[in-house]
């Protein structure tokens, strides 16, 4: 894939003089990444746009935004940015830049600047997105965790968005493999929001990669986190929604992937849960229904996964659980498959409440069983 | 649609003589029901059958069946058949029939004799199959009964297999409407199997329909069911799988729908419930995934509905809970989706048990709540 917006991108150094044009454009008000990027075909470098003449300017732009673009070195914001880039782990990301996301910069209008804080190797794998409800069910986050460390495991790395519910999770769970999971934030990299996630977000730029198109200082603004998605799904060679609403912010998300080519999978619930309704109307819509990361993986055979093999991958979400001693059975008997309480299992199955506690644990540790945050346990095979 | 077997086919009436040479065809040993089409269509009537010389019957079947075949009037279970058939509500079916049901008459190999008991004027009715596993759970019987109540209040017939599980199920959400509901069995009309659906069974004959192709006394044989469930398919306009293991019968019930080209449906669950494997594997082959019978009428447009429009149709699965009282909220609010029981309700919500109970049987009679067999409470919307 040709670099179509600089000629001859090179590895970039961290001099300041190299990225203080590409800073100074990024913070005009008023020039998108729609025009900034047409500019950027016309003139070939940011250093031309800044001292393109007024004239040549306002072939593409406004008038205040030409005046703005003339005087955008000025911007005092500019060194607090190339203060921030002295920082160990933080880097800018430019369209110059030969590490900058292949699969970003096939999409139409890729952010010309993104600041990212951790490892920026995990740009080179080949990515999945996960996304899905803010108030997702306590299975529904158990589920994103279990998928993202199986596809992390499996030579992926898990995109999303930092939000609460199901996006926390997938980070979680590629956290739990090696992580390589990259958070794409909508607001700018020295603020985290939402606050609850502050501790998710120091790991993730300990193992992991925090991504932004967002100027330091950004606040939370509505509007930007669904312009954010464009890129969680760019990044990604397809996106998983694990629960969702009908008119949540994960089936923007999933359109933009749509339009972006990139393959949607969904996983399924019941009809009675809300959270299940957008991934099934995904699904009515032609992406594909997901009951395991197999299912994901054999539509990415094409991909060269790095450091994994498919057969290496603990296909974790369906343990098989035919060798497990038979004083177990009865206790997974009288579970079902939805969320219960141990004093329930006991009342169920006329075992003790230490006997059943026992077994739950031994379940546990087999992976056949989840202990929720509610107290409850949920069969997981 | 014209019947290729039989030429100028009348309205039976139900004289001893014309059902006797169907019968006695019938119980042939060793003449199927493709072989039977082949001589039906070769020689145009059971009559002209019984009457062929042997040396005309060797060229369509085995030495041994062509004499049987020339003995058959001689089988002593022909009159107990036409006794049966003077009992009230006791019915034959030939291919001469002109209610031979249209739909099954389209497909291969129709049984060209159906022993039936109850209500003939339902296989008028065009039908829906609702099936799945005979190891269902509680909510996926709940799901079964809603769907069949509400398309048989839609106009449509509930054709299923009388089996534990989803099948009774179905049966029974038919005879809470109007009772248009066709048992197709794997047995003799005179036996019923299982024995725990008699009186399910008794219900069907006085306001549905029972259904066999097997003589009278024919025990329940294992490998009779599938071949059973083509006729159930055959009967219907489509197929709705409502819970299914991957190896479940309802899976060869959906793959004969298929051949016969009707549209198959299939309900979806969690990933981690057995019982949904089967739905899951349907939708990811091409099945309709359904959410609500809507997802079922909008694909039948094309048939006209015999006594109820669409509109009409309560759509009992989804229904709108936005009027409610408010102080049904904080109730709904604590259930969650997963069964549960009052007294856990009333520990989360802070609610007395009285006022849960109360608030409980309300949302009951809304349909907004399900009192489950286990006393537990699902939430349905």
Redesign the interface.
């Known amino acids: 894939m040709e670099n179509t917006y600089i000629e001859n991108a090179s590895l970039s150094s961290s001099s300041r003089e190299q990225y203080a044009p590409w800073i100074a454009l990024s913070l005009v008000a008023g020039l998108g990444n729609t025009m900034l990027c047409q500019l950027l075909l016309l003139l070939k470098s940011p250093e031309a746009i800044l001292a393109a003449s007024y004239a040549e300017l306002r072939d593409t732009v406004s008038k205040d935004v030409a005046e703005r673009i003339q005087r955008a070195m000025e911007h005092a914001d500019i060194a607090k940015a190339l203060d921030w880039l002295e920082q160990p782990d933080n880097h800018l990301i430019t369209l110059a830049d030969l590490h900058y996301p292949r699969r970003l910069l096939e999409t139409d209008q890729p952010p010309p600047l993104l600041y990212a804080k951790g490892n920026l190797q995990i740009l080179k794998r080949p990515a999945m997105a996960i996304v899905g409800s803010r108030h997702a ?1 306590a ?1 529904g986050e158990t ?1 994103a965790e279990n998928f993202a460390e199986s596809l992390c495991r499996a030579g992926l790395a898990v995109v999303s968005g930092l939000a609460l519910g199901i996006d926390g999770a997938a980070h979680r769970g590629a956290l739990k493999a090696d992580g390589a999971t990259i958070a794409v934030v909508g607001t700018g990299l020295d603020i985290v929001y939402p606050a609850k996630h502050k501790a998710l977000a120091h790991q993730i730029a300990q193992h992991g990669l925090l991504l932004s198109e967002y100027a330091l200082g950004t606040p939370s603004i509505n509007y930007n986190f669904p312009r954010r998605n464009r890129i969680i799904s760019g990044l990604s060679e397809g996106c998983l929604v694990v629960e969702a609403n009908v008119d949540s912010g994960s089936l923007i998300t999933a359109k933009l992937a749509i339009e972006q080519g990139r393959e949607v999978f969904a ?8 959270v ?2 957008g991934c ?1 109307a995904l ?2 819509q032609g992406a ?5 990361t197999d ?1 994901i993986l054999s539509e990415l055979r094409h991909i060269r996964l790095p450091n994994a093999s498919l057969a290496d991958s603990p296909n974790g ?1 369906i343990p098989n659980w035919t060798n497990l001693p038979s004083e177990a059975s009865p206790v997974l008997a009288c579970m ?4 219960i ?1 141990a004093e ?1 299992i006991a009342a169920r199955s006329g075992l003790t409440p230490g006997e059943v506690s026992t077994m739950l644990t031994l379940l546990e540790l087999e992976g056949l069983v989840s202990h929720l945050a509610n107290g409850q346990f ?4």
């Open positions: 069910t299975q589920t996983i399924p619930g019941s009809i009675h849960s809300p299940s309704k099934h699904i009515k594909k229904l997901v009951e395991s299912d979400l079902g498959f939805d969320p309480f329930q949920q069969r997981l095979a």
